[in-house]
């Protein structure tokens, strides 16, 4: 039984309305949280999320709703409603609902289609989807981390961390999305939520992404009042169902105009296939790539590789960078990268998630939701 399964058994197993909305929502969110940089095992009770099934072939009304039946309506509503309170004044929602034609006008495909077939199935109000999809886009606090081992077998990981992201953890799903009845690609996400964050294109390529601090949010936001940009976590999705190998994942990531700055990092299946792509709005400004001369992993947090960052965000990489140097590469796999992922203050009391894939061996996806008993004091 693999280290996580036995955890799991004890524990009981739009242009102008979307650059307005982005506006309100690419502040980062306020977290008064802070941690020591030494690290040390926190005890998690580590729960299975559902696996859920959608299928691409069917319409996009439809797809999300045999997920839903999955679980309590009336909890769901309340989980999600309980996210928009937390973010969203009740102004800018009155606000929203008095233009919301506008605003469906301006939205990508399929994404709008699916996000009106839950709001059907769950009596939300469009508007509520569409502020459910933007917080998720804005909020994500992430360590990701790719490795390759002393085979030149590569890892892919990542704690996905969201503050207030209590309730998000009764509604975190595996998702497989199903093409002409194959597996096209797996994922992982809230359920109300269309985009990826994590997911993986079996036998092609992994990518995870990560919010990237900005300092002019006001002027990138105010700029996509006027241009249809990807919300990040759209195209994550997107690109995992049109990418035809690693190379051409990387070139979608890299060039296609997003609403906001962020970290895409993308593993291979082949040797040193490894790279973060850092986000401008419109450009990479950074390619930081696995390679034999002594980077064989990455670890990228909310900051810049290249600078120093804030010890608040620098906390998470210390301790990941030091425990892969004491492993070495001879000892790397998908358990010991979840161990390291495990390890406190890598895994803090916000961390929703954590995911370990290899796009070389699929079958391999593994999330387990994260519920730290112990902080790091």
């Not at 809230?190 to 992994?206: A, C, D």
């Not at 997003?258 to 450009?283: H, K």
């Not at 990479?284 to 670890?299: H, M, R, S």
């Not at 590469?329 to 009391?349: A, G, V």
């Amino acid at each position: 039984m693999r280290p996580w399964d036995a955890a799991a058994a004890a524990a009981g197993g739009g242009r102008r309305m979307l650059g307005l909305l982005l506006l309100l929502l690419l502040l980062p969110p306020p977290s008064s949280t802070t941690f020591p940089l030494r690290s040390r095992p926190t005890e998690s009770p580590d729960m299975i999320p559902p696996r859920v099934t959608v299928n691409l072939d069917e319409a996009p009304e439809e797809r999300w709703l045999p997920s839903l039946q999955r679980f309590d309506q009336d909890t769901l509503r309340a989980i999600l409603r309980n996210v928009i309170q937390h973010r969203i004044p009740e102004w800018f929602n009155v606000f929203m609902k008095e233009f919301v034609d506008h605003l469906q006008g301006s939205l990508l495909e399929p994404f709008v289609r699916e996000i009106r077939g839950i709001c059907n199935a769950l009596n939300l109000s469009f508007v509520d989807g569409m502020l459910i999809n933007m917080i998720y886009e804005s909020s994500m606090l992430c360590t990701s981390i790719l490795v390759q081992d002393a085979n030149g077998h590569i890892y892919h990981g990542r704690n996905l961390d969201f503050v207030s992201g209590t309730g998000l953890r009764n509604i975190t799903v595996d998702v497989q999305f199903i093409k002409n009845g194959q597996i096209a690609y797996t994922g992982t996400t809230f359920i109300g939520y269309v985009g990826l964050w994590t997911g993986q294109s079996p036998y092609k390529f992994t990518v995870t992404g990560n919010q990237r601090q900005k300092d002019q949010w006001q002027k990138n936001a105010t700029e996509t009042l006027f241009k249809t940009h990807y919300p990040p976590g759209w195209f994550i999705r997107k690109t995992l169902e049109e990418a035809k190998d690693y190379k051409d994942a990387v070139r979608r990531l890299s060039n296609q105009p997003l609403i906001t700055n962020v970290y895409c990092i993308v593993g291979g299946i082949n040797a040193w296939e490894g790279v973060v792509i850092s986000r401008n709005r419109t450009d990479p400004v950074d390619f930081w790539l696995l390679n034999p001369k002594g980077e064989w992993f990455l670890v990228q947090i909310n900051c810049d590789h290249w600078v120093k960052c804030p010890r608040t965000t620098e906390f998470r990489k210390i301790p990941a960078s030091k425990a892969f140097n004491e492993a070495g590469p001879e000892n790397i796999n998908l358990y010991k990268l979840y161990e390291i992922l495990s390890l406190c203050p890598i895994l803090s009391d916000i961390t929703v998630y954590t995911t370990v894939m290899s796009a070389a061996n699929p079958d391999e996806y593994m999330t387990r939701v994260r519920t730290p008993s112990k902080l790091c004091v």
